[in-house]
């Protein structure tokens, strides 16, 4: 073999790799929602949804578990919705280019890299204890706030960014404030951004099991929450509860709540990226 | 619809407009709208972008009901020149003025004076035409609804009545609610234009207006610019030498941030007293 | 009017300052724990000591365990989504069309939001028994198949990032390289990538931090049994899992026990805040030499 055939071999070879390295997550993912499918998809009838916990698997239903995650989601939103866009429209519209500005920059990079587990012992410490708001859907859902709030900001800050300047431009020639431009021009030509950013927050924060534990959710909770100051218990602990346990019927009700969780969390995803994909082609400036 | 009630809804709809605009003007002005801002007069006027000197000891006086052409190669100061009058240049960090800015005799600099009364008095049409994105419309009614006008009545009239000034009715009456973006770019730029008179300002400054339209589209605008003239004062930045002949009374030319000539139009462009002027027009240079 | 602007502008000054006090809330709520702790274990102990049972009768506080768990578990994560990753990065940005890319690039990116208890339990079912049949003597709870698991979750983090410095390698660049003759692979491997090592760096710190932080999968799969060993077949315990089994079991507010959660709370957020600060200089370098 000359030189040349030995590169071209290579190539080949790498190519062959590459689009096997490319197969492999790929199948993976397939065989995961293959397992769970075999697994759990049997186990799905009207009783699971409607069922509180039990001791006996074939008897235990996801329902607190499902109550407690909308309304665990649902104060999430409450909070972080409106303080992540509060703070991406200072950051990009008010704060002055300078130390303060770039010291906030990375300050909300570093908290996105903060393990989730570490909000955990912040929320156990301030709203659980300090601020005597107990083990319940309150202390969750700030704590969840504070975990998905640099998302929500960064989004933000991303769409209002892709606005073009023309546009604030033309608003504050016709008299308008600072605040009625933002209100009136830039929020709503940005509002598809956000909007995506905020979901994908929100279908993070579904998933997020261990920062809960810590504050107290809880692995047994034999009944339906009914305000936030209520304890509660979420999908994915109840499914790591099950997992946990070593019956075989255990197994099987977590993959099936795995897979309405699946579910949640793929249709809050494909929404996302629709709304990013329409949003994109709406508008060209 | 037959012509007799074309004319007579068309009478009306004059009438009511000019009610309206009594409303608007008290609305902008209070109780006693004055004589409104017309007249500018500026006097050592020294611009900075941080450290570089963009705009010197610029001295000049604008009449009433005139239309002033800018003109001078790229970077010459003479877009940050138009910017002063609305404050636009505030924008922009490291921008600083010295010098005296007076609209009828007011300092518009002065402290006592909020930048975005000023901004309702002094419109301004952009180079791009940029339409906000939304309906068309919703683009005129915009200036009214951040100046606090919400009576429905008078919104939907005054846009009729500004899309008409801007020779746009005809064209956009039966889709008003579509999106603005859909327009050819002629139209967007007249939807500009009427945006900025909806709100009843006394000047208004025009920046290359016509610099990203096709030739119809320039002539319609320059058409009504003559027509505008009769309300308005209008300064315009143009880089396009027969329309600046074509459209104004007086041009003024700019170069390397100083204020080389200022005179009538027809003087400048026969009878240059600067030679730079003279190389310029004739193209030698720019 | 003007008072409006005003308070408006003081709302959304304070929602930007929640994110700094956030920051401060965390490294006070750490802080003061870890030091309540420190005045009943000595820092020596902490550091050296090789067994971590605070929830024993007789109590060793030493976090080299939990450490080692930690490491142990991201390096065999790493170990496989490193040359996954890469080679998925730069068939992407040098062979693929931009079609499959188009395709390829958000199937993948569905790895890294599915929620890590699916992927502990794909651990613990599937991975773990198929793990079995290959290596005799596994554990049921073992490190080897939570640390795979969590390398293909971590896949798309290195795929994305990577890909994303590839392709702003400058085309010049990789054009003069096939005007020599060179293959795809011969350019990618000694233009594109050498071109694209710090962004290629960042994703690596990045995903190498996600992991250490990574807590579920762990939990689930490999035992929550703290010991100092590189054996990847028995069952150890992470910083975050032990965090989550002492949160999980019934620990009194204000005791040792529960103070300990803070000091590995600590131990693990200075780990991840060196990694991510490192990431974003590098990142912050890389910018400016292409600007």
């Not at chain 2, 419109?123 to 006008?149: C, D, H």
């Not at chain 2, 956009?172 to 300002?201: T, Y």
């Not at chain 3, 030493?62 to 990065?89: E, K, M, Q, W, Y």
Request: charged share 15%; hydrophobic share 45%; with cysteine.
């Amino acid at each position: 073999m000359n030189n040349e055939q030995v590169k071209t071999l290579k190539n080949n070879a790498f190519k062959i790799w590459a689009i096997i390295a490319t197969s492999i997550g790929l199948i993976m993912l397939a065989v995961l929602l293959i397992k769970i499918g075999m697994d759990g998809l049997h186990r799905l009838s009207f009783d699971f949804f409607t069922a509180l916990p039990s001791r006996r698997p074939e008897q235990a239903g996801i329902l607190t578990a499902l109550v407690g995650t909308l309304w665990v989601m649902v104060t999430t939103a409450v909070f972080a919705i409106p303080i992540g866009i509060g703070a991406g429209i200072y950051l990009e519209e008010y704060a002055r280019k300078g130390w303060w500005s770039s010291f906030l920059e990375i300050n909300i990079s570093n908290l996105a890299g903060v393990p989730s587990i570490i909000y955990g012992l912040l929320g156990l410490e301030i709203f659980v204890r300090t601020l005597h708001l107990g083990q319940s859907i309150l202390s969750g859902s700030l704590t969840l706030s504070l975990l998905i709030l640099p998302i929500v900001i960064v989004s933000t800050r991303e769409a209002i960014k892709t606005v073009p300047s023309t546009m604030r431009e033309a608003s504050y020639a016709l008299g308008a404030s600072k605040w009625q431009t933002i209100w009136m021009q830039m929020l709503p030509a940005a509002s598809g951004g956000i909007m995506t950013g905020i979901i994908l927050a929100l279908s993070r924060a579904i998933g997020e099991t261990a920062p809960l534990i810590v504050v107290g959710a809880l692995m047994y909770v034999p009944f339906v929450p009914k305000s936030v100051f209520d304890s509660f218990t979420v999908l994915p602990i109840q499914i790591y509860n099950w997992v946990s346990r070593p019956q075989a019927g255990f197994i099987i009700n977590a993959a099936a709540a795995i897979i309405v969780l699946m579910l949640i969390t793929i249709l809050m995803n494909g929404a996302a990226v629709i709304l990013r994909n329409r949003w994109q082609n709406r508008v060209k400036w | 619809m037959s012509n007799i009630k074309k004319t007579s809804t068309k009478r009306q709809s004059e009438i009511v407009s000019a009610e309206s605009t009594t409303a608007i003007n008290e609305k902008l002005l209070g109780k006693n709208p004055s004589k409104p801002m017309k007249k500018i007069e500026i006097k050592n006027v020294h611009c900075w972008y941080g450290d570089f000197h963009v705009l010197r000891d610029i001295e000049m006086a604008v009449d009433p009901n005139t239309v002033t052409a800018l003109i001078g190669p790229s970077g010459c100061g003479k877009t940050t020149f138009l910017r002063i009058f609305n404050r636009m240049n505030d924008l922009i960090e490291g921008f600083r003025l010295e010098g005296e800015v007076m609209i009828d005799k007011k300092d518009i600099f002065s402290r006592e004076l909020r930048v975005n009364e000023l901004r309702k008095k002094v419109g301004m049409v952009f180079q791009k035409p940029n339409p906000f994105p939304k309906s068309i419309f919703e683009n005129v009614a915009y200036g009214l609804r951040v100046n606090g006008i919400t009576n429905k009545k008078i919104i939907a009239e005054t846009v009729e009545h500004s899309l008409k000034q801007s020779a746009l009715w005809g064209e956009v009456k039966d889709k008003l609610h579509k999106n603005a973006l859909g327009l050819s770019g002629g139209q967007q730029q007249r939807l500009c234009i009427a945006r900025a008179i909806a709100i009843e300002p006394s000047i208004i400054l025009m920046d290359e207006p016509t610099s990203a339209l096709d030739p119809i589209s320039n002539s319609k605008i320059e058409e009504l610019i003559y027509d505008l003239k009769q309300k308005y004062t209008i300064l315009i930045v143009t880089h396009n030498m027969q329309q600046a002949a074509r459209v104004s009374d007086r041009t003024a030319f700019f170069y390397l941030g100083d204020l080389v000539e200022f005179d009538e139009t027809k003087t400048i462009f026969t009878n240059p007293k600067n030679e730079k002027t003279q190389n310029y027009i004739t193209g030698r240079f720019g | 009017m003007n008072r409006k602007e005003q308070i408006i502008e003081a709302l959304l000054f304070l929602c930007g300052a929640i994110s700094v006090l956030t920051t401060l809330g965390i490294i006070a709520v750490l802080f003061f724990q870890t030091i309540e702790f420190f005045s009943e274990v000595s820092l020596k102990d902490f550091l050296t000591d090789t067994q971590w049972t605070p929830l024993f009768a007789i109590k060793h506080f030493g976090i080299l365990p939990l450490v080692t768990g930690t490491l142990l578990i991201t390096l065999i994560a790493i170990i496989i989504a490193l040359p996954i990753g890469l080679s998925i990065a730069i068939y992407l940005s040098e062979y693929s069309s931009k079609g499959v890319r188009k395709i390829v690039k958000p199937l993948l990116e569905i790895l890294a939001t599915v929620p890590t208890v699916v992927y502990g339990y794909f651990a613990l079912t599937v991975v773990t028994p198929f793990l079995q049949l290959i290596i005799p003597g596994l554990s049921g709870f073992n490190a080897l198949s939570p640390g795979i698991v969590m390398g293909i979750m971590i896949v798309p983090f290195i795929s994305s990032l990577s890909e994303d410095a590839l392709y702003a390698v400058p085309s010049s660049l990789k054009e003069a390289a096939y005007a020599l003759g060179s293959t795809r692979l011969q350019t990618s491997l000694k233009v594109a990538v050498p071109a694209a090592s710090s962004g290629i760096m960042v994703s690596v710190i990045l995903a190498v931090s996600r992991a250490i932080g990574e807590t579920m999968i762990v939990a689930i799969a490999a035992g929550q049994q703290p010991r100092l060993t590189f054996d990847p077949r028995v069952p150890i315990e992470t910083i975050t899992t032990y965090i989550v089994q002492v949160s999980s079991g019934d620990v009194p507010n204000g005791s040792l026990e529960y103070r300990t959660i803070f000091a590995a709370g600590l131990t693990l957020f200075v780990i991840t805040f060196i990694l991510n600060n490192i990431s974003f200089y590098i990142k912050k370098k890389y910018r400016e030499q292409y600007e």
